[in-house]
Each structure stands twice: as structure tokens, then as C-alpha cells.
């Protein structure tokens, strides 16, 4: 398997369960030569998130974002607008600028970022080496569509 079948302590806070990579997380990923996988490591584990999260970059994320049926500027006012979206009063999200509305997610960020009730964290995997075919597999498993965010801590 890509991860080992127990829950162990290989998340990335101090006694979080995960998932421990497996060795047949090689198959998943194309890995340049000289490149290996922190098997055995800790905290190298796929967390799973099941509460409502943003998922973004802690480091230099500007927090910008658009509309995509005016194209401007928002990004001030939807990151403000988390307050309603966090407790899941809503899942969408109304342009201040055109009165465009969709769920969050559907709007534009130049850095990405996702909202969710669900999420997968791959703990210091190697992710700009995934596979495209092995992304896809997993977005049609879920049947929603994923986005990868890259973390650096």
C-alpha cells in the first residue's frame, strides 16, 4: 500500500495519528534520482482532517482573490467573511463588487488555498513529485475535485 493500514504517531503535531508512509509510496510519486522517501521518519504520515479547515500556506500568503464573473479584487472581504464560513453557516460566498454568488472555493486564488470539511495531509511527502494520474485516481475515488497546497512549516 502507499500508507500503512494502522493509525500510528506519525502526525505532524506532538502525538497526532496518521497514516505512515508505506514503501509503495513510491508508486505514486516520480521521484528524481537521488531522491528517497522519508519512510520511517517522523511525522511523515497522511494526516486526515475531518472538521471544516482552510488549507493554506503559513508563510507568505498574501490573501488575495478574485471574482470570477467581475475579475476584481476581493480577497480583504472574503478573508473576513471565514467568520460566517468557519461555523458552516454558509458555503458560499457573495462578491461585495457584483453581488456574484458560488461556494468559496469557487473563486479565484492566485495561491492556493482550499476550504473544506475533509482534507489530506501528506506530512513532509515529496508533493511536487505526485503523480498527475495518481491526483486524478484520487479526486475521482472522492468524487469531488482536489487541490494540492503546498505547506512549507
Known sequence: GVVE????ACGMR???LGYAMAPGAERVLDLPVGHSLPLGQ????LEIVTDRCLFMPERDFEKEAGCPHCRREIGEALFEHLE???PGETDNF???ECAFED???GFIFPQ?????DLGFIFNNW??????RGFLDEFSDRLGFPIRQVRVRL
Open 84 to 86: 460566517t464560513w468557519m
Open 5 to 8: 493500514p494502522q493509525l500510528s
Open 94 to 96: 457573495e462578491c461585495p
Open 103 to 105: 461556494d468559496i472555493n
Open 14 to 16: 506532538p502525538g497526532a
Open 112 to 116: 492556493p488555498c482550499a476550504f473544506s
Open 42 to 45: 517522523p511525522r511523515s504520515g
Open 126 to 131: 515529496p508533493g511536487e513529485y505526485f503523480l
